[in-house]
Structure formats: structure tokens, C-alpha cells
């Protein structure tokens, strides 16, 4: 949420979309779970993804205090550090792990990119998806520890091409031995395993 773009097309909440249910505490937080959110494009995603085998959570990290246009978009990033995001999806991952759950992975639209950036760094996650990354240095790409796909689009002012092209050359001459889709083709996901 780094611009007016971020902000441009709000999701409109709906309680009833979704196949998954909403549960009241998923590691500390109210979260949706697909075996979804309020949001329900972000719901059909994570449906989408559960339907090809995965346990999908979705977590309120914002505490049903989503961005409403017109407000201050510099206040309300304040009031939702993508540190907090951090410290909150611990728990949360701690709780998939709790379940039996060996390998996890994280993605994040916009605000989420910094959070799933920050895990990746921290070793918290095993695979990691950054769609439209926001606040994401090419320093954040040098210290991630797991394969990452970074998504981006051509009229992105956020993470325009060139940032995303940055990155990419970032992943490509790091010698972390981190994959991507960048430095390696192969990468693909079979149910719960990541294979390279």
C-alpha cells in the first residue's frame, strides 16, 4: 500500500464467499481457512490453491481494519507495520507446524510481500510467492534462505518491471544458494513438496 494504485479497487466484504471457514484464532489471529477472508477475491485464490491439495490460511493481519479509500494511506500504514505482520505470522506458522504441517509456504500481495520477505529472511518458511511487492529492497532479496517467485505486472509503480528485473539479477548472482524462477527453470511444486 505504497501509492493510491495499491488502494484504487478495495475488496468489497462479503461474510458468505468462500468454501473454507473463518475461525476466531489461528495462532492469535481471526483467520480464514481453506482445506479464506472477507475479501473475496482474495478467498477465491486461496480456495483455488486448496483445491490443489494445500492447507491455505489466511490470516487477518489487519484485524478487520482493512484500508477504506479516502483515508490517509500513510497513517494506516503506520497503524499496520509490516513488522507486526512479522512477529504475528509466527504464531501462526508455529500453529501449521503444531498440525503436523513440514513445509510451509507464504505469499503476499502488496503490504504481504514485506511480511513474506521478512519470513523468508528468517528462515520461518520454505517457499515464498511476493505478488505487486511493496517496500521490498534488493538488500530484503539478497538475505531471503528459500526459493521465491516474485510476481510483478507492466503497469506496476510500485514494483515496476525494471525493480522486478533488479531483483531478478539480484537472485542471479547471489551465491546463497536461494532458487527462483529466475536462476532455476525447474522449480515446481508437487502437493506439499517443493522440488528443485
Request: one cysteine or more; aromatic letters at 8%.
Amino acid at each position: 500500500m505504497a501509492n493510491p494504485q495499491c488502494c484504487a479497487n478495495p475488496p468489497t466484504p462479503n461474510h458468505d464467499a468462500g468454501e473454507g471457514k473463518v475461525v476466531e484464532s489461528f495462532g492469535g489471529l481471526r483467520s480464514y481457512l481453506a482445506k479464506r477472508f472477507e475479501a473475496p477475491n482474495l478467498r477465491n485464490i486461496a480456495d483455488k490453491v486448496a483445491s490443489s491439495g494445500y492447507f491455505v490460511v489466511v490470516p487477518d493481519f489487519f484485524h478487520g481494519n482493512a484500508y477504506v479509500p479516502g483515508d490517509d494511506v500513510h497513517v494506516w500504514i503506520k497503524e499496520h507495520t509490516t513488522d507486526k505482520g512479522f512477529e504475528e505470522a509466527k504464531p501462526v506458522i508455529d500453529v501449521l507446524k503444531e498440525q503436523g504441517v513440514s513445509v510451509v509456504g507464504a505469499a503476499g500481495y502488496c503490504w504481504g510481500a514485506k511480511v513474506v520477505a521478512e519470513l523468508a529472511k528468517a528462515n520461518e518458511i520454505q517457499a515464498a510467492v511476493m505478488l505487486h511487492p511493496s517496500f521490498i529492497t534488493d538488500d530484503d532479496i539478497k538475505e531471503v534462505k528459500c526459493p521465491i517467485a516474485i510476481l510483478g505486472a507492466e503497469t506496476d509503480v510500485t514494483a515496476p518491471p525494471e525493480q522486478v528485473k533488479q531483483f531478478e539479477q539480484v537472485l542471479s548472482s547471489s551465491n546463497t544458494g536461494v532458487c527462483s524462477p529466475f536462476n532455476q527453470p525447474h522449480l515446481q511444486l508437487d502437493n506439499d513438496v517443493l522440488k528443485v
